[in-house]
């Protein structure tokens, strides 16, 4: 994004992002979020959440294909943090993945992302299809 | 990935990391940690000082690493975790009831 966009965005609070599904591009996104983020605890962890759920975005909704948007819609205020991550895939049974118990020590190599966004944020949910996913977290300073 | 690796002796490895650990490299400190395992390390020390950043990809390659070292008797330990932003993230995720985090 332009700076001049990015500046003019920083006024309203809202921002709008379009990342190719490219396993680089999504980790340095990581490094935009968190500069424009308060300082804050909550901050820390909604920009851990966001990176975790444009992963899978990438890499489960649009399986790598670079062509393949993950669209990001994001919005600061005082008081909260909320997303909206959007991928051109098919969607996956999300409510089935949250039912699973948080165990950290599981055998898996994979698969932790969703559960620690789940713990981490005050609200986390998919549309249906499970291609579009929201974020919100109270920011507590 | 960069990292560096001192070997205390035939026992012991500490394995210094730097950077973010992220899945677009968490596959090389995986191979790193492989390749210790073959090399029969009882006690693997990973020295987060100069870590800024992992994810669950990252975190996924630990806790592997983790259960195949105790499962024959060695031990993973993470020391000098200085970012932020990892320590909320191991404390949120409770990590040090599963591996050792020392100051």
Known sequence: M???????????????????SRKKAVCRFQAVIYK??????????????????????????NQMEADKKVIIELKITKDSLAAEVKDQGRGFDWQKRLRQEFDISGDSERGRGIMMTARGCDEFYYNQAGN?????????F | MESKTDVINSEQVVISPVGNIDFSNSQDLKDKLLELFKKD???????????????SSGLGKLLLFHKKLKEKEGKLIIRNV???YIKNMFEMIHLNKVITIEE
Do not use: C
Not at chain 1, 46 to 60: K, S, T, V, W
């Open chain 2, 41 to 55: 390390y009882k006690k693997v020390i990973l020295d987060f000082s100069e870590v800024e950043s992992i994810d």
């Open chain 2, 82 to 84: 200085e970012s932020d």
């Open chain 1, 2 to 20: 332009e700076n001049k966009e990015l500046e003019s965005q920083k006024k309203t609070g809202k921002f709008h992002f379009e990342l190719e």
């Open chain 1, 36 to 61: 424009l983020l308060p300082n804050s605890i909550s901050s820390d962890i909604f920009a851990m959440a966001l990176h975790e759920i444009i992963a899978n975005a990438a890499e489960h909704g």
């Open chain 1, 132 to 140: 579009k996913a929201y974020l919100l977290k109270t920011i507590d």
